[in-house]
């Protein structure tokens, strides 16, 4: 997913497509040790756009000041 329509989500869509994705991940790998994958790169997709959410998410918990 492009940077600029993740920034465009709301927290809570971020943290629940973050969550999703992580599921996503834990699946794929338990197919890849169970059963051939198909697509190898599917991991590497989902692993970088973990990592998008995860830097997005941290970056506007930064600009928000702590009162």
Do not use: C, W
């Amino acid at each position: 997913m492009k940077v600029s329509k993740i920034r465009e989500m709301r927290a809570d869509e971020r943290q629940g497509e973050l969550e999703k994705l992580e599921r996503d991940l834990f699946d794929l790998r338990t197919k890849a040790v169970t059963e051939k994958l198909e697509n190898t790169h599917l991991l590497r997709n989902v692993r970088r756009d973990i990592a998008r959410y995860k830097t997005i998410i941290r970056e506007s918990q930064l600009e928000r000041p702590v009162a």
